[in-house]
């Protein structure tokens, strides 16, 4: 006779442990409820988001603060990279 194992699909939360004193924390949470530790929130990649503008020379994106054109090399006046990130 064989024993056959059901297994329970169970949704698997993101934890941290907290620096402060071990405790296992949601990953969404801000302090510990254990100490009280307040945790300082990271940006990442998909929460910075940068204003671009349209090179006038090449039609390539370039970052609003760039002071030239990464694709075609073209150097912005100042006012230019005003005008074009404030037309958007």
């Known amino acids: 006779m064989a024993v056959v ?7 698997v939360e993101e934890v941290f442990q907290c620096p402060g004193c ?4 949601d990953a969404d949470a ?6 009280g530790l307040e945790f300082e929130v990271e940006e ?3 929460t910075v988001e ?3 503008f349209t090179c006038s020379n090449c039609g390539g994106e370039v970052n609003e603060g760039d002071t030239k054109c990464p694709n075609c090399g073209l150097v912005f006046e100042e006012e230019d990279v005003i005008d074009e990130a404030t037309t958007e």
């Open 30 to 35: 801000t302090r510990c409820k254990k100490c």
């Open 44 to 46: 990442t990649e998909e």
């Open 50 to 52: 940068e204003s671009t």
């Open 22 to 25: 071990g405790n296992i924390v």
């Open 5 to 11: 194992g059901v297994s329970e699909e169970k949704e």
